[in-house]
């Protein structure tokens, strides 16, 4: 099965690696950026400044899409685009079969924001 490979745009950067984990792993484009803007899980990713997202797949024998990705500034701004100036840098996807444990207790995002701001205090 050949797969289209994404093209850069704008707002999103799709590296090789990235590109091969996609053939490996049959997973096209519209999948990744499914997860990208919908996911059930979002952690820290492990390489520095990134952020991984996860979906759950299957039904018989379940398993986890991940993504891997970075957001860095950029010097366009579009009126459609939500991140005026950001770009977003697609690092690597992969298949997790089962369920993978939680790493930290899930923290709402505005509690974190209010400890940040506490903290530079």
Known sequence: MLLKLPKNTKEIHW???IKEKMREY???ERRLLKI???PERKEEGIAPDTIA???????KRPYEIWLMYQIKKSNFK?????LKGEKIIMISAWKYPGKSPIKRAPIPEEVLENLEEVLKE
């Not at 997202?53 to 039904?59: E, F, L, P, S």
């Open 15 to 17: 590296t090789r690696h």
């Open 26 to 28: 049959q997973l096209s």
């Open 36 to 38: 990208l803007k919908n």
């Open 53 to 59: 997202v996860m979906q759950t797949a299957g039904r």
């Open 78 to 82: 579009t009126q459609k685009s939500k």
